[in-house]
């Protein structure tokens, strides 16, 4: 069918969303409670458009496309009520976007300056309900005075983790997010994958970890997961040459989802003081390791493995592959035992 | 996997799932079937005990422990029974099937309700669902393979795939999760010993040439020894030199003593390391690799998928990358192996394996590929890969029913031994835990060993929730914590195996499948006792 956004004709497919419709021909809508195919309660109003012979400004995450529509997604009323949307968020958000963990990677912040928001013109009454934070989590925590209670965390866990161990909760005339992270933490449903984390907008509901480091000064680096055989894909995080965090990529097995291990167990370990990062050798007297030389560790291992197949033949030596570790690593290791060992004795843990 | 984790969580109609824990040991694609489940699907669950799924199954089968092959053949038997088998595809697509009715002609449900401590209607119904569904995949995981009987439960798998035409296409399929992230890979690169990479395998005739010819060498002709038939061999002094890299035996495979006294035997013990393990303690010379973080390369997931890795950071000190250790050693042993890149060695990966013949680094982080992975086979550059496997034909040309008979466990408890006891993983931790404990936040999550008993058998020892006790098999004893539940039945009792401070391979048997190999880590006979 055709329509019309900002005076441009547009072929656009039947049952789908204005949003849809725009973001597909590179046109940006502002949202902050849509998230794809998990999303589109139209609870934020900061995707509203102009629409030929409609008094009212209807949401374009869930207003479905009709022949012969006519948008305007950008007009002078559109852009005054986006402000006075992000205007009213602001009078109920008390955050410091200096100390929060989310400054530089909000999407709240970012329209705001978008749209030229800086202070809000309103009282809000929120504020004096003190509500507390839950962050006795090891991982994850909630802060109920950056919430815009948009619910992505909440779809997320009941529609995409399947969880349903968060909840839209209810204090007199506040709704507030009633997120597993307080001291009965281990006494919920809640898995820790932190995929509601990775969903919120804002700094309400973030991983801890995130404040050691700040969107800008970070680089990513795209890998698979070193856990399980789902292959996850996930982007490390990378501050001055050390990983920081880890959060998830839209790959072909995992869709942006990632479990506890790979969101909080996949880094922590790399350059931990516990890595062996030099070449050992036994001291048989005392049955102590000495740090060696790559020189001496090598010639030792290739003296000693030579000694024994001279002796006894290849079929005296066998050589192991991890699992875990890459193809051309264990590719390499099989080469290793066939052609110098001189024995077919290579497996992995495959039966383990 | 003969499908993809998208296609049998997303476009089927029922999921079977048989010994499979996916919420723990694959938590993502958990999340996949939980949302398969919300959409509609339905869910059979094949696992003695009361996993977080079996609550949302339409159906849960809680049988005894290692016995999938009668469960497999009792659903056979109903298929034929009540006329719910793909005739069509029996006749077209496969054979021995007079041999497989014949096989499965004694497994009345009844028989199978006996056998495996289930109800014969509750199988009827599974039978059904499963059989006259549209699409319907059969996942399974450890749970069927970790028994001496494993590789025939994998079998009678296939055939009840086969028996109601679900093969080859969407959301349906055999479909085997495995467990660690490059465990598939390292299969089809050839760390075994009776297969060169991508499956060639010694015994058939050329392919040793192929590979003497390829690598400029005179190699051995004759089989090896599987890892797991090894540590017997080293206590003899058959075996006298090991080079292990990456693994730790002793605290994941069964029966650590038995490890540690085959370790102990050996002239001459390298281990190519990342931390220093309870095997690393034992060896001659540790030499220190780097982690997944370090390299450049691809891991290859449960659906045959290559993937990248990549460098991100590198640490202080001299670790090295494993490919280079791998290429000293050959060199210091006679073999000119020149020192390759991660890309140059997947060249080489492709020029031998046929599976493998399209896939490179280059291709891998093309625009055409869109970091989606390839899935082999692969043969050409120019192959898109292959998601589904089996399609309008078998690899082999034609499914092959291969029948197979229910054989009890090897240890059955007794009067000493009163307790079956099963193993697994939980979702917090991975393996041997030497990569997840290193994180604070997960040890405070799960840092301890326990085991599940039943209410009943832990009321008649006295035993209550949280309380220490000990746990003795004929191998070893350990002491851990109890958690009291209707989790397992009767009888029954379970531990995850990731910790060595009360870890359950101190108990373990290591009776190994027949065909494979593979430990028998489901079953042992146990006695619990209060301290
Ligand atoms: S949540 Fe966003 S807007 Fe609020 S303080 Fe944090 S960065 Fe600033
Ligand atoms: S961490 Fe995961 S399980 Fe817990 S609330 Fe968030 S999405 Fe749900
Ligand atoms: S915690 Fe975040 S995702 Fe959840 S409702 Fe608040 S702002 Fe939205
Ligand atoms: S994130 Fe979790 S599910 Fe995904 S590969 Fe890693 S361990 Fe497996």
Same mark, same amino acid.
């Given at each position: 069918?055709?329509?019309?956004?900002?005076?441009?004709?547009?072929?656009?497919?039947?049952?789908?969303?204005?949003?849809?419709?725009?973001?597909?021909?590179?046109?940006?809508?502002?949202?902050?409670?849509?998230?794809?195919?998990?999303?589109?309660?139209?609870?934020?109003?900061?995707?509203?458009?102009?629409?030929?012979?409609?008094?009212?400004?209807?949401?374009?995450?869930?207003?479905?496309?009709?022949?012969?529509?006519?948008?305007?997604?950008?007009?002078?009323?559109?852009?005054?009520?986006?402000?006075?949307?992000?205007?009213?968020?602001?009078?109920?958000?008390?955050?410091?976007?200096?100390?929060?963990?989310?400054?530089?990677?909000?999407?709240?912040?970012?329209?705001?300056?978008?749209?030229?928001?800086?202070?809000?013109?309103?009282?809000?009454?929120?504020?004096?309900?003190?509500?507390?934070?839950?962050?006795?989590?090891?991982?994850?925590?909630?802060?109920?005075?950056?919430?815009?209670?948009?619910?992505?965390?909440?779809?997320?866990?009941?529609?995409?983790?399947?969880?349903?161990?968060?909840?839209?909760?209810?204090?007199?005339?506040?709704?507030?997010?009633?997120?597993?992270?307080?001291?009965?933490?281990?006494?919920?449903?809640?898995?820790?994958?932190?995929?509601?984390?990775?969903?919120?907008?804002?700094?309400?509901?973030?991983?801890?970890?995130?404040?050691?480091?700040?969107?800008?000064?970070?680089?990513?680096?795209?890998?698979?997961?070193?856990?399980?055989?789902?292959?996850?894909?996930?982007?490390?995080?990378?501050?001055?040459?050390?990983?920081?965090?880890?959060?998830?990529?839209?790959?072909?097995?995992?869709?942006?989802?990632?479990?506890?291990?790979?969101?909080?167990?996949?880094?922590?370990?790399?350059?931990?003081?516990?890595?062996?990062?030099?070449?050992?050798?036994?001291?048989?007297?005392?049955?102590?390791?000495?740090?060696?030389?790559?020189?001496?560790?090598?010639?030792?291992?290739?003296?000693?493995?030579?000694?024994?197949?001279?002796?006894?033949?290849?079929?005296?030596?066998?050589?192991?592959?991890?699992?875990?570790?890459?193809?051309?690593?264990?590719?390499?290791?099989?080469?290793?035992?066939?052609?110098?060992?001189?024995?077919?004795?290579?497996?992995?843990?495959?039966?383990? | 996997?003969?499908?993809?984790?998208?296609?049998?969580?997303?476009?089927?109609?029922?999921?079977?799932?048989?010994?499979?824990?996916?919420?723990?040991?694959?938590?993502?694609?958990?999340?996949?079937?939980?949302?398969?489940?919300?959409?509609?699907?339905?869910?059979?669950?094949?696992?003695?005990?009361?996993?977080?799924?079996?609550?949302?199954?339409?159906?849960?089968?809680?049988?005894?422990?290692?016995?999938?092959?009668?469960?497999?053949?009792?659903?056979?038997?109903?298929?034929?029974?009540?006329?719910?088998?793909?005739?069509?595809?029996?006749?077209?697509?496969?054979?021995?099937?007079?041999?497989?009715?014949?096989?499965?002609?004694?497994?009345?449900?009844?028989?199978?309700?006996?056998?495996?401590?289930?109800?014969?209607?509750?199988?009827?119904?599974?039978?059904?669902?499963?059989?006259?569904?549209?699409?319907?995949?059969?996942?399974?995981?450890?749970?069927?393979?970790?028994?001496?009987?494993?590789?025939?439960?994998?079998?009678?798998?296939?055939?009840?795939?086969?028996?109601?035409?679900?093969?080859?296409?969407?959301?349906?399929?055999?479909?085997?999760?495995?467990?660690?992230?490059?465990?598939?890979?390292?299969?089809?690169?050839?760390?075994?010993?009776?297969?060169?990479?991508?499956?060639?395998?010694?015994?058939?005739?050329?392919?040793?040439?192929?590979?003497?010819?390829?690598?400029?060498?005179?190699?051995?002709?004759?089989?090896?020894?599987? %890892?797991?038939?090894?540590? @017997?061999?080293?206590?003899?002094? !058959?075996?006298? =030199?090991? #080079?292990?890299?990456? &693994?730790?035996? /002793?605290?994941?495979?069964?029966?650590?003593?038995?490890?540690?006294?085959?370790?102990?035997?050996?002239?001459?013990?390298?281990?190519?390391?990342?931390?220093?393990?309870?095997?690393?303690?034992? %060896?001659?010379?540790?030499? @220190?690799?780097?982690?997944?973080? !370090?390299?450049? =390369?691809? #891991?290859?997931?449960? &659906?045959?998928? /290559?993937?990248?890795?990549?460098?991100?950071?590198?640490?202080?000190?001299?670790?090295?990358?494993?490919?280079?250790?791998?290429?000293?050693?050959?060199?210091?042993?006679?073999?000119?192996?020149?020192?390759?890149?991660?890309?140059?060695?997947?060249?080489?990966?492709?020029?031998?394996?046929?599976?493998?013949?399209?896939?490179?680094?280059?291709?891998?982080?093309?625009?055409?590929?869109?970091?989606?992975?390839?899935?082999?086979?692969?043969?050409?550059?120019?192959?898109?890969?292959?998601?589904?496997?089996?399609?309008?034909?078998?690899?082999?040309?034609?499914?092959?029913?291969?029948?197979?008979?229910?054989?009890?466990?090897?240890?059955?408890?007794?009067?000493?031994?009163?307790?079956?006891?099963?193993?697994?993983?939980?979702?917090?931790?991975?393996?041997?835990?030497?990569?997840?404990?290193?994180?604070?936040?997960?040890?405070?999550?799960?840092?301890?060993?326990?085991?599940?008993?039943?209410?009943?058998?832990?009321?008649?020892?006295?035993?209550?929730?949280?309380?220490?006790?000990?746990?003795?098999?004929?191998?070893?004893?350990?002491?851990?914590?109890?958690?009291?539940?209707?989790?397992?039945?009767?009888?029954?009792?379970?531990?995850?195996?990731?910790?060595?401070?009360?870890?359950?391979?101190?108990?373990?048997?290591?009776?190994?499948?027949?065909?494979?190999?593979?430990?028998?880590?489901?079953?042992?006979?146990?006695?619990?006792?209060?301290?």
């Amino acid at each position: 069918m055709q329509i019309t956004i900002n005076g441009r004709n547009i072929e656009a497919a039947e049952g789908s969303t204005i949003l849809q419709t725009a973001r597909r021909e590179g046109i940006e809508i502002p949202t902050l409670c849509y998230l794809e195919g998990v999303n589109d309660i139209g609870s934020c109003r900061l995707c509203v458009v102009e629409l030929s012979g409609s008094e009212e400004l209807v949401p374009a995450c869930n207003t479905k496309v009709k022949e012969g529509m006519v948008i305007l997604t950008h007009s002078e009323r559109v852009k005054a009520a986006r402000r006075m949307v992000l205007n009213l968020l602001l009078s109920e958000h008390y955050g410091d976007c200096f100390s929060c963990e989310k400054n530089g990677d909000c999407e709240l912040q970012k329209y705001c300056i978008e749209y030229g928001v800086e202070t809000t013109e309103f009282t809000g009454a929120r504020k004096e309900k003190n509500f507390k934070k839950k962050d006795a989590h090891p991982f994850l925590s909630y802060d109920p005075d950056r919430c815009i209670e948009c619910q992505r965390c909440v779809k997320t866990c009941s529609h995409v983790t399947g969880r349903g161990a968060i909840w839209l909760g209810k204090t007199g005339m506040f709704s507030i997010i009633d997120a597993p992270f307080g001291e009965d933490w281990k006494n919920t449903l809640c898995e820790s994958c932190g995929n509601c984390a990775q969903a919120c907008p804002t700094g309400a509901l973030t991983v801890k970890r995130r404040k050691a480091y700040r969107a800008w000064e970070v680089e990513k680096v795209r890998t698979t997961c070193p856990h399980c055989a789902t292959g996850c894909q996930m982007d490390l995080v990378v501050k001055n040459g050390k990983i920081v965090d880890a959060v998830g990529a839209d790959g072909p097995s995992n869709h942006g989802l990632l479990c506890v291990k790979g969101r909080s167990g996949s880094f922590d370990f790399v350059d931990s003081p516990e890595r062996i990062r030099y070449p050992l050798i036994k001291n048989k007297a005392t049955g102590e390791f000495e740090r060696a030389t790559w020189e001496e560790a090598l010639s030792l291992t290739a003296s000693k493995f030579t000694e024994i197949k001279n002796q006894y033949g290849g079929e005296a030596l066998a050589g192991f592959a991890c699992s875990r570790s890459a193809n051309e690593d264990i590719y390499m290791l099989q080469k290793m035992v066939r052609t110098v060992f001189g024995s077919n004795n290579t497996d992995n843990c495959a039966r383990v | 996997m003969t499908n993809t984790i998208y296609d049998i969580t997303h476009e089927s109609d029922a999921i079977l799932m048989v010994g499979t824990n996916p919420e723990c040991a694959h938590p993502v694609i958990g999340m996949q079937i939980r949302q398969a489940v919300a959409r509609g699907a339905k869910l059979i669950v094949v696992d003695p005990r009361d996993i977080d799924l079996a609550k949302q199954a339409d159906i849960h089968l809680k049988l005894r422990p290692g016995t999938n092959v009668a469960f497999a053949n009792g659903m056979m038997h109903i298929f034929i029974e009540e006329g719910l088998t793909d005739e069509k595809f029996i006749s077209e697509r496969t054979e021995n099937y007079e041999a497989m009715k014949e096989a499965v002609r004694e497994y009345t449900p009844e028989k199978v309700g006996e056998i495996c401590g289930i109800d014969p209607d509750k199988l009827r119904e599974a039978a059904r669902l499963y059989a006259s569904a549209d699409r319907a995949p059969v996942m399974y995981c450890l749970g069927v393979t970790e028994h001496h009987t494993g590789t025939e439960g994998v079998m009678s798998l296939s055939n009840m795939a086969l028996m109601v035409g679900k093969i080859g296409r969407p959301g349906c399929g055999v479909n085997p999760i495995r467990g660690q992230n490059n465990v598939q890979g390292a299969c089809d690169m050839g760390a075994s010993p009776n297969q060169f990479p991508g499956y060639q395998n010694i015994s058939k005739e050329g392919i040793v040439e192929k590979f003497e010819k390829a690598w400029g060498v005179a190699l051995n002709h004759k089989e090896g020894t599987k %890892a797991t038939d090894c540590f @017997p061999k080293m206590i003899n002094k !058959e075996i006298r =030199g090991l #080079f292990i890299f990456g &693994e730790d035996p /002793v605290r994941t495979d069964p029966n650590t003593h038995h490890v540690i006294k085959a370790l102990e035997s050996l002239d001459f013990f390298v281990v190519d390391e990342l931390f220093m393990t309870e095997t690393a303690k034992l %060896a001659d010379v540790i030499l @220190p690799g780097i982690s997944y973080a !370090e390299k450049e =390369g691809t #891991f290859t997931n449960t &659906e045959r998928r /290559v993937q990248r890795i990549r460098k991100a950071v590198a640490i202080a000190g001299e670790a090295k990358p494993d490919t280079w250790i791998f290429t000293e050693i050959m060199n210091r042993m006679g073999y000119p192996q020149p020192h390759l890149t991660p890309a140059e060695i997947m060249d080489e990966i492709a020029l031998v394996t046929p599976s493998y013949g399209g896939i490179s680094h280059g291709r891998l982080d093309s625009e055409e590929v869109g970091g989606r992975g390839l899935q082999w086979p692969c043969p050409a550059a120019d192959h898109p890969g292959t998601p589904i496997m089996h399609v309008g034909k078998f690899a082999r040309g034609i499914g092959y029913f291969r029948p197979a008979q229910y054989v009890p466990s090897t240890e059955l408890p007794d009067e000493e031994y009163p307790l079956t006891m099963m193993t697994g993983r939980i979702l917090y931790h991975y393996n041997a835990c030497a990569m997840t404990d290193k994180t604070a936040g997960i040890n405070e999550i799960a840092g301890e060993s326990f085991i599940e008993l039943n209410t009943l058998d832990a009321k008649s020892l006295g035993i209550e929730d949280g309380e220490k006790i000990a746990v003795s098999s004929r191998r070893g004893s350990i002491q851990t914590t109890a958690h009291v539940s209707e989790k397992t039945r009767a009888g029954e009792c379970w531990m995850p195996f990731h910790y060595i401070e009360g870890g359950a391979n101190w108990l373990t048997n290591d009776a190994l499948d027949g065909i494979s190999s593979t430990p028998e880590y489901k079953v042992c006979a146990v006695k619990v006792e209060k301290l």
